[in-house]
Nanobody, 125 residues
Framework: VQLQASGGGLVQAGGSLRLSCVAS????????MGWFRQAPGKEREFVAC??????YYADSVKGRFTMSRDNAKNTVYLEMNSLKPEDTAVYYC?????????????????????WGPGTQVTVSS
């Protein structure tokens, strides 16, 4: 699976951005798709995923970020509202296809085997 994310940029605190990630492959609807982020000097962390028709969020973004998917376009989105400076990071789209979609690993980096190159999100205070 090849992934390409876009939509990052510079925004003021309180603003919004929408990230998109286009995936290759004929079975996109069966993929678990996730968003992770990595801030400077920090480890990559889980942001959100869609798995088995359900959406899961990290506590730090719950209520502010919304992840969705359009299977007809092989695309997932991450709508980010009320952005904070601490949301500044490189955001990565990730995917994993069955049978490797182990539910217990949906929050973990090792639960995904395809990664896009990342898109920078910078939130100024």
């Amino acid at each position: 699976v090849q992934l390409q994310a876009s939509g990052g940029g510079l925004v003021q605190a309180g603003g919004s951005l929408r990230l998109s990630c286009v995936a290759s492959g004929r079975s996109f609807s069966t993929y678990r798709m996730g968003w992770f982020r990595q801030a400077p000097g920090k480890e990559r962390e889980f942001v959100a995923c869609i798995s088995d028709g359900k959406t899961y969020y990290a506590d730090s973004v719950k209520g502010r970020f919304t992840m969705s998917r359009d299977n007809a376009k092989n695309t997932v989105y991450l709508e980010m509202n009320s952005l904070k400076p601490e949301d500044t990071a490189v955001y990565y789209c990730a995917a994993v296809a069955p049978p490797r979609t182990i539910s217990s690993m949906k929050y973990q980096i090792r639960g995904y085997d395809s990664w896009g190159p990342g898109t920078q999100v910078t939130v100024s205070s």
